[in-house]
C-alpha cells in the first residue's frame, strides 16, 4: 500500500518506498509451521481414545498461530516508510490509519542501530530527530538502515542545493 500519488506535491516525487524488514514476520511464521506440524504429528502418532482431545488441542494451537501471523502480516503489508525529495512519511494500519511526516528541513539528525544478528539480515532501527514537537521518530527493523540514512542525507543535501540545480 505505496503513498498514493495524489498525495503528492507539486514537484514532489518518491526516491523510497519501503516496509519494515521481512524479519519481523519470521516468528509468527516459525510459530504457525511448528504447530501445523505439531498437528499433522499428533493426528499420526496418538493413538485409541486420546486422539480427538489431542487433535482438538493441537487444532486451537494452529488457529491461535494462525491468527497471530495474520495480525503480524496485516500490521507488516499496511506499515510503509517513504522518502520524497521534500519529507519522510510514515504510515501504518488498515482500519484505523495512523501516520507521520517529517518534512525533509526539519530533520536535524538520522541515526541508525543494528545488533549483529540485524546486520546479518540486512535490517535495523532508524532514529530520526527532528526540529519542533515530533521529538525523535524510531523507525524499527528498516531494511538496509545505512542505505536509507544515506538517501535521507542526499535529499537533504539537494534540499539546500539552488532551486536551478535540483533535478
Do not use: C
Not at 509468527?28 to 504447530?35: E, G, K, N, P, V
Not at 538520522?110 to 530527530?129: C, K, M, N, P
Not at 524499527?140 to 539552488?162: E, F, L, S, Y
Request: proline letters at 6%; a positive charge; hydrophobic letters at 50%.
Amino acid at each position: 500500500m505505496p503513498l498514493p500519488r495524489r498525495l503528492l506535491n507539486e514537484g514532489e516525487f518518491i526516491v523510497l518506498d519501503l516496509r519494515p524488514h521481512w524479519w519481523v514476520l519470521a516468528g509468527s511464521t516459525i510459530m504457525l509451521a511448528l504447530s501445523l506440524a505439531a498437528a499433522v504429528a499428533a493426528s499420526i502418532v496418538v493413538p485409541g481414545v486420546a486422539h480427538d482431545p489431542v487433535l482438538i488441542v493441537s487444532l486451537v494451537a494452529v488457529l491461535v498461530a494462525l491468527g497471530r501471523f495474520i495480525r503480524r502480516y496485516t500490521r507488516w503489508g499496511t506499515t510503509t516508510m517513504v522518502l520524497t525529495n521534500e519529507r519522510l512519511v510514515v504510515r501504518m494500519g488498515l482500519f484505523a490509519k495512523a501516520g507521520r511526516e517529517i518534512p525533509l528541513e526539519r530533520i536535524s539528525d538520522i541515526s541508525y542501530h543494528q545488533s549483529l544478528f540485524e546486520r546479518i539480515i540486512g535490517a535495523g532501527d532508524l532514529f530520526v530527530d527532528s526540529v519542533g514537537d515530533g521529538g525523535r521518530q524510531v523507525l524499527r527493523m528498516v531494511p538496509r538502515p545505512v542505505r536509507v540514512q544515506q538517501a535521507i542525507h542526499k535529499q537533504m543535501a539537494q534540499g539546500d542545493a539552488p532551486a536551478n540545480t535540483r533535478p
